[in-house]
């Protein structure tokens, strides 16, 4: 394959090979194609291409997917994951004072 | 109640009672909460994938799209780009226009920036997106909401997740009677009797999550949760009594001694 590059996906640098496509990159982390949204570079790819658009050095990749979530917000407990863009840290919400 | 369906942009619902996945201990009392619900529309969110582990399971692998509406929200999102954003990522994740927008405008209260809202909803409803709005229980804003096309509207009952119930049912009433659209109510009800309330008070459907995620018993307060929003309806329909001041004899004074 092709020469050595570093791709950013979810927020972490990952060392890949040049030429790898999208649906590769799936495929190696073992995430099925369905169900899943990935954005590169901020543009959304149609799940059609996958399979043919090739990524490049300094790549920003987004990979998303549904997880349980009602009338809820970050630091609510459930959703664990950063927000897109964000870095992976925790972010705690101050416990409001119980009013009864 | 069969006959009874709620339908929201010519897509028809059985169940009025709508909830959210997020909070469970696991995703299989996720699955036997909403099953007990009644529920076929259900509320997810837009995350990224875990890329580091691997063995996760995923939400859908327990709800089956085919049986369920799944609608995406945008929980979590400070603003009308990150609104739009998660909106066109949930659209290209799932399989339909729907989303739940939500535009927060403040941590605390996770009130809803409604300016931002109407933006965002503009914009998506420009790109065909079927916009249900998570709003206040402001009749002016909800107006807004639906002259710019919005096919339903959804207002908080009380702050997410706060269980306060209705706080101001005569705003929701009045809501309620400013819209031609259905009306459902999203968020701040606490247990069954609230949302048998907002039902009687002329809401279309409820949705909820916490409410039945943190009950000491997720599964059965989803059953209460079944039958307060069935009476609620049915009352509703049915048309209560007014209310008096005085007594009114129900056994006639007639055949007495």
Known sequence: MGE?????????????????????????????????????????????????????????????????GGALCIGDGSVDAPRVGEPKESKERTASPAIF | MTDDRLIIAGREFKSRLWVGTGKYKSFAETQKAIEMSGADVVTVAVRRVNITDRSKENLLDYIDPKKYTILPNTAGCYTVEDAVRYSRLARAAGVSDLVKLEVIGDEKTLFPDTAGLIEAARILI??????????????????????????????????????????????LKILMESVNVPVIVDAGVGTASDAALAMEYGADAVLMNTAIAGARDPIAMAEAMKYAVWAGRLAYKAGRIPKKLYATASSPIEGML
């Open chain 1, 4 to 68: 050595a590059i570093k791709i950013q996906v979810n927020g972490e640098i990952r060392d890949w090979r040049g030429g790898v496509t999208v649906a590769d990159l799936l495929r190696d982390l073992e995430i099925a194609t369905d169900r899943v949204a990935v954005e590169v570079n901020l543009e959304i790819l149609d799940r059609a291409k996958f399979a043919e658009h090739r990524l490049r050095d300094g790549d920003r990749v987004e990979i998303l997917s549904f997880i349980g």
């Open chain 2, 126 to 171: 420009k790109e065909g997106f079927v916009v249900l709005p998570y709003t206040n229980d402001d009749p002016i804003v909800a107006k807004k909401l639906v002259d710019i096309g919005c096919p339903a509207v959804m207002p908080l009952a009380a702050p997410i997740g706060s269980g306060l119930g209705i706080r101001n049912p005569y705003n």
